[in-house]
């Protein structure tokens, strides 16, 4: 009779991996209501003290709305009529730390990045806030992977 049970186990198990697996997707936002935005320049501290390739993070944040969002129209042009506007502020927090050994002494860096956001509508109203936070030993990296949490949030809806 335990044989029988350990064999119930096994076949059990073994039949979870051909269930079918649904992934989903509902949007934060109305698309239909909320269909462009304006993204508003970068702001924050990364800006206060640029490094070389900083530059580079509006048109980053812009291609990767363009390619990941749910959004038709999103743009970096003030000329453009939009339904909504997308305020970014980035703030940076570098830790450092020396490993003293016998003969060398290593020093590493750990950045945080955060992004605070707020999506408001175009009568100024907000529609979407929060922040993401991402850590990394490269400066760089740890603002584009916060960057890349907002783009997330704004994704169509999808049903796989």
Known sequence: MHNYKKLFIIIT????????????????IDFTKYASVYLVPLDGADYTFPEFGDEELDSYML?????????????????????????????IEEDLETITSDDTTTTEFEYKATAVYELRSAADAIIDQGSEEYTSDLRRSAIRNALDEIVLRYLPPYRI
Request: charged residues 20%; proline residues 4%.
């Open 13 to 28: 198990l073994a039949s979870l991996g051909c269930t079918p697996l649904t992934l989903s997707n509902e949007p934060v």
């Open 63 to 91: 291609q990767e709305m363009i390619d990941h969002s749910g959004f038709t129209l999103i743009t970096n042009d003030l000329d453009e009529t939009v339904d909504t506007r997308l305020f970014v502020t980035i703030r």
